[in-house]
């Protein structure tokens, strides 16, 4: 039996990202594993995550459906999936961290000019295609280095599509990739006991949490949600220059590692977790 700090840790985490997946969407990984990892084992979190992840964005769509464009959603879809797998494959021939590490400091650079520029410009170009490129780039990089999530949220600003607009696209993209990896985490062995008795503490908080923020979100405008989703992609940016930074420290050969046995079907599924 877990000790009570470990369950205090497990309901903590659960509650905030809940709330932080309820109120923009997005972030689930990064609000919860701060506190997940301190608890359990990084096989336990990952698919933990990806479970309780996909019931908050299931729990959230019903109010996302009259702002769902099917047109507009497919290409993401189709491209995310196809671009996860192919992500994946390659972790064995290209190093993560730097890649976090270039990805986190472009997010900062977006949000500094975003801040800076008094009505930021729309993109109106590329149509479907470009729309796909975005769902693909995103689905690869979630596969390679857990960082799925940002590339879909700024093209969804760029687009200049309003905050129900920007959910309808973003809320189904992340509960497909999650369900995606969820799937690989029960072919990958990874669903245990273990893993099932967090589940049963973490799923139901979880969802309280995405209620209560579903609840701020109807009371946010259009400027108040950009405002939060700004603010949501400096901390990621941050997050991904800080935890990279230790990383190449803590082992600079990080950079060269390539090769592992058995690291692409496992490192994928945990990989995907921490960009969501």
Known sequence: MPDAGSIALVVAGAAVAGFMNGLTGTGYALSALGFWLHAVPPQVAAPLVALCAVG?????????????DWPRLRPFLIAGLIGVPLGVALLDRISAQPLKLTVGALLLVYVGWTAMVRTPPVVRGGGRIADAAIGFGGGFLGGLASISGPLPIVWAQLRGWGKDEQRGITQPYNMAILAFVLVAAAVGGLLDLSFLFWAAIALPISMLGTRAGLAVYARLSDSGFRR???AFLAVSGLVLIGTSIRALEADPGLVQDRGQPGRVLRGGVLALQFGK
């Open 56 to 68: 908050g964005h299931a729990q959230a769509l019903p109010r996302m459906a009259a702002s769902m």
């Open 228 to 230: 939060i989703v700004l």
